[in-house]
């Protein structure tokens, strides 16, 4: 075996780096950092493709056939830009290990493993086959790319070195390569003309918005489906929200273990007024209910439709001010919201709508594939392997 505590993590030296990766204790010239085993991905697999709404599903979407952009995975991948393969380390600590900045301040180098034998010429070592060694399959470096792919299973491993002798604590860095540095440059380079969504026309750079910013402001009341489908309107609170950002309820679907309130009205209307065609469903008006909808937690959020919105006085107080009896009125907003289905919970032929619901029941949250992760001017770039360890019978993009 080989040991993975060698490095642990913390917040890098380097400006704007986020976490790195240190050394836990000293290692020679040479030693082994970390050992790197590998999963070996075909780099299509991680293209994001423009996305459509589904026609016959409210709120679902549809894979188009244009790539738009790459995963963020990409970035914790090694590879090479003339190779479809590319290699994602799953061991602790592999993703804490930054880039040296100026590129000649690497401590550490990437190598395939290294067996270590102690057997006499001519006889096997059994304790590598037994180990590490069986892990690591060194025929699979001779492999054209389309075979690499047809591996069902990990059979790779690479190892972390060290290139001079490093002390504990110190920041473990990796030279990640002339590609990912010209990237990385271009990146910085064309920020402040393309903006985060990676477009040069400012009309198409909406702002990003990031929920729990939103969240946090309680007192702003929540926009409702028109307000945030209108343009700038000062009367209902300006912009609507950022694109990115939908609104989500807590409610627990009536089930055996969520029994439908008793309080609750049932109606039948048209899915569409202006359509009779469409049919009738059966609209369940449901009445607020702490309890009855279960814990504020995630597993109960859902995609909702705000409907409406309305102050409501809840208490009504007179007080004695300097001699004179002054009335005061305690208010909050409260809203009614149509939850949408989750995974099926609410059949086609109900709208579930619940009424008098406190901003406590409402969280701002990203849409599907909208995050910051997905924005168009996001950096992607794998590490690179460096010719010479790259195998070369992988470079089928050449």
Sequence with gaps: ???????????????????????????????????????????TLLDMRALRPDPEFEGRLLKGKDVVGRQLLLNYCYGHKDSSVLLLPYSTGSANINHAPTGDGANVKLRWHVPTSTSTEGEEDEEEEKGVGAFHHPEWLDLDASDIF???????????????????????????????????????????????????????????????????????????????????????????YPPNVATACFYNAVDEGHPLSPNALRRRIPVDPSDPSRGIVTAIEIPWDGEGMGELSHPTLRPCRIVSREERVNDRDERNVQGRSVSFETTELVYTALMKPWEGDIPDDERHVVYDMPRDGIALVDRSYSSDQHLGGAFRQEIGVPDGVFPEAWKDLA
């Design 1 to 43: 075996g080989m040991c993975v505590d060698t490095v642990r993590p913390g917040p890098s030296a380097i400006r704007q780096a986020g976490r790195g990766g240190f050394a836990a204790r000293p290692v020679a010239e040479g030693g082994i950092v970390l050992p790197l085993p590998l999963l070996h991905v075909n780099r």
């Design 150 to 240: 047809t591996k069902m299973k990990t059979g790779l491993l690479m190892e972390l070195v060290a290139t001079r002798p490093i002390d504990e604590g110190e920041e473990l860095l990796l030279d990640y390569g002339k590609d990912w540095s010209d990237a990385w440059n271009e990146h910085v380079r064309d920020w402040p003309s393309k903006g985060p969504h990676g477009y040069g026309n400012p009309e198409k750079n909406r702002p990003y918005g990031y929920p729990h910013e939103l969240n946090e402001d309680k007192f702003s009341p929540v926009k409702t489906h028109a307000e945030q489908t209108g343009e700038e309107d000062e009367d209902d609170g300006g912009y609507p």
